[in-house]
């Protein structure tokens, strides 16, 4: 039963940032760089805690990342280091 609570909450957790990074993108185009750029660093931060929590692997949070950056490429770009585990 933990496999389907924690595959549920990771799909769950996946559908979220997806989401996330579609409205930044969406609001990137309407904001000045510097606001977006911070929206992002948020966005990074939220992703590196969510993969530190093991709520998503990091190989599928950094492929959202590509991907949503590659759809939009007026997303600004920051650093996001994926943890493995949360450091005990």
Do not use: C, K, N
Not at 2 to 14: F, H, L, N, Q
Not at 46 to 57: D, F, G, K, S
């Amino acid at each position: 039963m933990r496999g389907v609570v924690d595959g549920t909450r990771s799909e769950r957790t996946e559908r979220l940032l997806i989401a996330r990074l579609e409205a930044l993108a969406r609001a990137a185009s309407q904001l000045g760089h510097a606001e977006a750029e911070r929206l992002v660093e948020l966005a990074s931060v939220a992703t590196m805690r969510a993969v530190a929590l093991e709520m998503i692997r990091a190989e599928t949070a950094a492929q959202i990342w590509r991907d949503a950056h590659s759809r939009h490429p007026q997303l600004p770009h920051v650093a996001v280091e994926l943890p493995q585990r949360l450091a005990a």
